[in-house]
Each structure stands twice: as structure tokens, then as C-alpha cells.
């Protein structure tokens, strides 16, 4: 997550009082690498780390403004909460956890938003109670596959793969698309025309990011097992008729298996970290008996 404005604010500061980035570094017990990634805007620091900077350069967080704490504040919570700093095995195996029961709730909540979607969009008369349940089914579907996407960020940080993460972001983002798109669609659903270019825009996509996605699974297979593979080729297939358009039914049932796959998925990564931190409390051990 970049942060310019900051950066620029921190070299300003230490300019103000001719200090070199190596005295900067020293002064505030960080590396100087760090200081130099700050300040180029390459990252986006801890408030803990922001906090150490602004002491050693005799300022508060008051001197960078209101609107710059804010947008740090906000920035720190969104790499934090998809693990862009480092993140210990407890840190990974919680998310997992939350990841795979999501993708349970996720994966449930899918089959009372289908029935919804049919009553709100095929019945003429469309009662306000309906439309504003349909609203609010779609806020938990948002909710709920972002922490199960989640969890696939989580694995890229286990495995080491910068695509998975990359290709979760991008789920994450068809998602808010999605449901973004649908919650548009039902306020203007009497645009026969604007319905019908919405809803090809929304399967174009989820195709374009269905099948990446089903890439990178297929990709890991070696890392993640053959579960991988499977839910690669079903995402591949499913991404595919997504794009086709009039496919797209047969890639919404597709959907079903890809989703229980991957839970699965998740669960054995859950347990993968779990027996990792269990080794790890044993070797402890052993090392204190010596």
C-alpha cells in the first residue's frame, strides 16, 4: 500500500533538521532500509513505526494533519487485514480458520440469495421488504467471501506466491463489482437495455477473473495437492463459460463444486499451519528439556 504523502512529510522533517537517512535510521532504531522504503512511498509502515519516526524527528502525529492520520490509519488496517506485513503462524492460522467457516457461510447464504434474486427479478410487483432483503443478502455475500477470499491470501503468504494473492484481490474485487452491479440492477430494473449490460458486463468479468484464478490453483497443485488441481480445472471451465455469456447458468452450477473444493482447500491449509505450530511449540520444548 503506498503512502506518498507521508514519505514526502517524513523527508521534509529531516531535511528541516539536516539529518542524513543513515542519523535518521540510528536516531529512531529502525533499518535504513526501512527509512528509505518510507520515504520513497514503497510502503505503507506500522503506526507503532510511524510513531518511532515522528519522536526522532521531535514531532507529533499532529504535525502531519488530520486528513494524512486519517488516510495512514485507514491504509495500515487494510494491509493488516490482508496480511501485507509480515504475519506469524498464529497470525495465518486464525485467518484460515475464519477463512474456511466463512466459505461454509458463504456457500450457504448462496442458496437463499438464488431464491431472492428469482422473486425480486421475476415477479412485476416487488414488495420493499424483499428488495431490501435482497440488499442486505448481498452485503453478507460481500462480507463472507472477502474473509474467504482471505484465506487464500494467507495461503499465498505460506507458499510464498505473489499470483495467489494477487488473483484473490482481484475475486475480492469482481465480488464488490457483483454486488455493486446488483444492488444498481434492482434500483433500475425497469432499464430493459442498461439490465442487459450490466448483467453481460458482470459474466465478462467473473470470467476474466474466474479463470485467472482458476490458473493460479492449477499452478499450486504441487503446493496445495491435488484438490488444487481439480478446483483449477472446474475454475478454468466455469471462468470460460462466464465469459461465453449465454454459458453462464451452467458456470453458476459450476460454482457449487469450485466452492467446496476450495473450502477443503483452506481447511487443509488451516491444518497444515496448525501441525507447523505444533512442531514448532515441540522443538521449543525439546530444545528447553536440553
Not at 539536516?18 to 522504503?37: C, F, P, V, W, Y
Not at 506485513?85 to 467457516?101: D, E, G, M, Y
Not at 428469482?118 to 443478502?137: D, G, M, P, Q, R
Not at 491470501?153 to 488473483?167: D, G, H, Q, Y
Request: hydrophobic share 50%; with cysteine.
Amino acid at each position: 500500500m503506498h503512502q506518498p504523502l507521508l514519505g514526502e512529510k517524513i523527508v521534509q522533517l529531516r531535511k528541516g533538521l539536516n539529518l542524513t537517512q543513515d542519523e535518521l535510521a540510528k536516531k529512531s532504531n529502525l533499518g535504513l532500509r526501512t527509512i528509505q522504503r518510507i520515504e520513497s512511498g514503497r510502503v505503507m509502515p506500522r503506526n507503532s513505526t510511524i510513531d518511532l519516526l515522528l519522536d526522532s524527528l521531535g514531532k507529533d502525529r499532529q504535525s502531519l494533519g488530520s486528513n494524512m492520520i486519517k488516510k495512514v490509519s485507514l491504509q495500515s488496517r487494510l494491509a493488516t487485514f490482508f496480511l501485507v506485513p509480515h504475519s506469524t503462524n498464529s497470525k495465518l492460522h486464525s485467518v484460515l480458520q475464519t477463512a474456511w467457516i466463512a466459505g461454509i457461510f458463504y456457500f450457504l447464504i448462496l442458496i437463499v440469495e438464488d431464491g431472492l434474486e428469482y422473486l425480486v427479478f421475476n415477479e412485476t410487483k416487488i414488495k420493499t421488504i424483499w428488495k431490501a432483503s435482497y440488499i442486505l443478502i448481498k452485503i453478507w455475500v460481500l462480507v463472507s467471501f472477502t474473509l474467504f477470499m482471505r484465506g487464500f491470501t494467507a495461503l499465498s503468504k505460506v507458499f510464498e506466491n505473489s499470483l495467489l494473492r494477487i488473483s484473490s484481490y482481484l475475486m475480492i474485487g469482481l465480488m464488490i463489482g457483483i454486488v455493486f452491479s446488483d444492488i444498481v440492477k434492482l434500483m433500475i430494473i425497469e432499464n430493459g437495455d442498461l439490465k442487459v449490460i450490466l448483467t453481460i458486463s458482470k459474466s465478462i468479468m467473473a470470467g476474466i477473473t474466474s479463470l485467472l484464478f482458476g490458473v493460479v490453483l492449477l499452478r499450486l497443485q504441487d503446493s496445495l495437492g491435488i484438490l488444487s488441481k481439480y478446483a483449477g480445472i472446474i475454475e478454468v471451465i466455469l471462468g470460460s463459460c462466464f465469459i461465453v455469456v449465454y454459458l453462464s447458468p451452467l458456470a453458476l452450477a459450476l460454482l457449487v463444486p469450485a466452492t467446496v473444493l476450495e473450502i477443503i482447500i483452506l481447511y487443509k491449509g488451516y491444518e497444515f499451519i496448525n501441525l507447523e505450530s505444533m512442531g514448532d511449540f515441540q522443538n521449543s520444548k525439546n530444545n528447553d528439556n536440553h
